[in-house]
């Protein structure tokens, strides 16, 4: 089993963009972990970095106790699925899966017995002779991912395979994915801009934006405690509410006060102090209708069946609400909303780093 180690890796692009800087990460040995941020902020480069397909501008990758970043791919021992799958064509899918067995040496009988066993962990034992303009997109990944597996790699790099996909489709490869990775139990690192797949799949996620590492944890903290205001909007759908605000001196301790939310106490929020500006950020689930001080109108209902989201105005604020599908309401009409105390995230105005616990 391997474990990544990333020290102090930087990639500059040209005299002045850092696709990546100072990134500090250790993959734990048969971690699932996904690189997760918007486009361009530096997940791909991170994982051609690993491996081998972009060079360092400073740093080091060690696998385990050995230094691999100046050595060629070949001799890393990774294997990487990409999101055009890249198939050879001319071949079918036997000789596609053959093909890295073909290179290696391994002789016929033993690549046979190890096509079949493969084809078979990935359900694609009837596709053999296809060629892959034969094949869906679905089966086409399957085909690319028996690809990687085949080799036994120490490590499995995934650059947004299932982007291709439709979104049912993206569901069971996203299960047929975790499935995988607890019966192969490698190192897998995977990126990806869908919090969704993030979410669902990985051991931990490491969230970067511009070039940088934000937070590093499991899905449940990510989700929970975010590190600061970038990850705090970026995980979660609806996207997390936010309300600008300051805190201040009241008669029982700190508070913090805004325009839309009641006055909130806050004594003992450490980092926080009177007069610094901050955002408050709730979620949708944790916003009750109904009840409370805080108004607003109702702006858009969406029925999604098992639940409704709701968006509502209040001036320049917009909170977005999950309710039960049951709710009777109108658009234009005004309601009353609380937010639960003990679920509000404070971010400063100054750098977006939370405050508090
Ligand atoms: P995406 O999801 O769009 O692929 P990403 O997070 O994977 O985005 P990267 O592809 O790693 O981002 O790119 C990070 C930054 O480096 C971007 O600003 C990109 O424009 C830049 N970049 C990437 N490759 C090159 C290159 N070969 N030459 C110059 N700039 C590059």
Not at 42 to 69: V, W, Y
Not at 324 to 346: C, S, W, Y
Request: proline letters at 4%; glycine letters at 8%.
């Amino acid at each position: 089993m391997t474990e990544i180690a990333l020290k102090s890796v930087q990639k500059k692009f040209g005299a002045d963009v850092y696709a990546v800087e100072n990134l500090d990460l250790i993959i734990a040995k048969g971690e699932f972990l996904t690189l997760l941020g918007p486009s361009g902020c530096g997940k791909t480069t991170t994982l051609r970095m690993i491996a081998g397909l972009e060079t360092l501008t400073s740093g080091e990758i060690h696998f385990n106790d050995k230094r691999i970043d100046q050595l060629a791919p070949g001799q890393r021992n990774v294997a990487m699925v990409f999101q055009n799958y890249a198939l050879y064509p001319h071949l079918n899918v036997r000789g596609n899966l053959e093909y890295p067995l073909k290179k290696r040496g391994v002789p016929r009988d033993q690549r046979q017995t190890m096509v079949a066993a493969t084809a078979k962990m990935l359900q694609i034992e009837e596709l053999l002779d296809r060629r892959p303009r034969q094949l869906s997109g679905g089966q086409q990944q399957r085909v690319a991912l028996g690809r990687a597996m085949i080799r036994d790699p120490a490590v499995f790099l995934f650059d947004e395979p299932l982007s291709n996909l439709d979104a049912q489709l993206r569901a069971t490869m996203r299960a047929e994915l975790v499935r995988l990775h607890l019966r192969l139990g490698k190192t897998m690192v995977y990126v990806t801009h869908d919090q969704l797949e993030a979410m669902t799949m990985s051991t931990r996620i490491a969230v970067m934006y511009k070039g940088r590492l934000q937070q590093i944890d499991t899905p449940a903290a990510i989700y929970s405690r975010p590190a600061n205001r970038f990850v705090a909007g970026f995980v979660g759908t609806p996207t997390m509410n936010f309300v600008e605000g300051v805190f201040s001196d009241g008669a029982s301790g700190l508070e913090f006060r805004s325009t839309l939310l009641p006055t909130i106490p806050v004594p003992g929020l450490s980092g926080a102090k009177a007069g610094m500006a901050a955002d408050v950020g709730f979620r949708s689930e944790h916003v009750v209708l109904g009840q409370g001080a805080a108004q607003a109108e109702v702006s858009v209902i969406e029925a999604l069946g098992h639940e409704t989201l709701v968006l509502l105005t209040a001036g320049a604020d917009e909170i977005a609400v999950r309710t039960r599908p049951d709710i009777a309401l109108r658009v234009g009409e005004k309601v009353r909303f609380d937010a639960a105390i003990d679920q509000l995230h404070f971010f400063a105005k100054t750098d977006g780093n939370r405050i508090g616990g």
